[in-house]
């Protein structure tokens, strides 16, 4: 084994973070710089591109400096990124124009309802497998060149350059020498052909978005330039990229199709690879570009979220006071046999797939004499998991695909009562890993791969280690009745709020 590493650059929501990756895939150090989130509205939601980059330069040189690991032994850097967030920057002085428009902000959910009215739904999910949504940048670089002064007429002399974060950090790493994104990331600014692989020039037309404001599209694994040398006193190469959720997949060596990952946080992630076919979805799932290795054909993957999953835990603690910590909910749940016939939908703000009811409000049914503070906890938990196996279902009736295990990571992950719940509802094996830094190791493996610094994505597979497995323990009938009994709550949860 060399002493050598892969540098991976982890600009997240809330913090940019440095992890170095050894040979064998363990996380050597890790650094970690929050930043400032500026909500200048309502719904609103910006960062600092400066401070995005500063933050991200300062962990990079903080892990090296803790681990005392010189330049030298970095072979090669992979960068994973908060997706669809955009800035656009001027090419001659490098400033951004405006802060970062974050994925989060609505600031353009007008634009997306005109876009809709317009009947473009079609047109955006038949070529970039995406559904009509501020989240995704398109919409956000056309609120720039409409509302920053001089911003259009800078754009039409092909002064400025748009970016998703992964481009803007590649752009200051270089130097300035390199406008490069990765198809993963492409896929998310809906203005990306994941058929064709190209930009599409019906959405840049629709949206007024000029063509040479766009980053070259790069393989996700191949190297795409060198930091400028000032910077770590040596050129390194940058190597790999990839969206934050893709990156989890690739970390979780989901490498070959059928295999899924979901990520237990706020919310839930889950990603299904479905290899190199793209698979359209019927239940409003996005198709979304996976990876690209080098000059291998594209590989493809359909996503899903539940928007209320950790965070259902959090109004346990915060709203509700039932509980101290996340953690207590375990043995909470498992204090009771069962869940006493309390269900809890979540629904805080609606319900995403596969119901797609965004008048939907939360509920907790079922409740008795008899139902104490833990039948609701483990309710919650059981929540989490019945809104993942909705997602997972309705991944298998799209793709056709059924799953033989469903690996995990993410805070919640860590509570043992879900794991086991989630695999029992399954009906398949839940695999936590012993790595579950695993967004971070996904571009730390793209990265070593176009280096050499792995042989191949089967190594890859070999890295990945299991720390525990939750093999499913219940019998068929009382899944089943379980199941029917989410449904329920799930119907009494529906159309609540009347519509205005
Ligand atoms: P994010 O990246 O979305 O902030 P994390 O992966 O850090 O999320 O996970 C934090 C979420 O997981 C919180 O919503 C918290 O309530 C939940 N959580 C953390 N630990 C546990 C646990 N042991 N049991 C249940 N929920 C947990």
Known sequence: MTSDYILALDQGTTSSRAILFDGSGHPAGVAQKEFKQI?????????DPEEIWSSQLNAAHEVLRQAAVGAHQIRAIGITNQRETTVIWDRSTGRPIYNAIVWQCRRTAE?????????LAPVVQASTGLVIDAYFSGTKVKWLLDNVPGARDLAREGKLAFGTVDSWLIWNLTGGQKHVTDYSNASRTMLFNIGTGEW???????LDVPRNLLPEVAPSSAV????????????????GIAGDQQAALFGQACTGSGMSKNTYGTGCFMLLNTGSDRVNSRSNLLTTIAWKLGDEPLQYALEGSVFIAGAAIQWLRDGLKIIASAGETQAMAESVSDNGGVYFVPAFVGLGAPYWDQYARGTIIGLTRGSGREHIARAALESIAYQTYDVLTAMGDDSGIQLS????????????FLMQFQANVLGIPVVR??????????????????????????????????????????????????????????????????AQ
């Not at 634009?111 to 009947?119: K, V």
Request: glycine share 10%.
């Open 39 to 47: 909500y200048p509205r309502p719904g609103w939601v910006e960062h």
């Open 111 to 119: 634009e997306c309802d005109r876009l809709r009215a317009a009947g």
């Open 200 to 206: 599409d020039d019906q959405l840049l037309g629709a």
């Open 224 to 239: 795409i330039g060198e930091t400028a040398s000032a910077l770590f006193g040596r050129a390194i190469p940058i190597a």
């Open 405 to 416: 295990e469903l690996r995990v990571d993410g805070g919640a992950a860590n509570n043992d």
């Open 433 to 498: 890993p012993a790595n579950t830094e695993t967004t971070s190791a996904g571009a730390a493996f793209l990265a070593g791969l176009a280096v050499g610094f792995w042989p191949n994505a089967a190594e890859l597979g070999a890295l990945w280690k299991r720390e525990k497995t939750f093999e499913p323990k219940m019998s068929k009938s009382e899944r089943e009745s379980l199941i029917e009994g989410w449904r329920r709550a799930v119907e009494r949860s529906r159309s609540w709020v009347i």
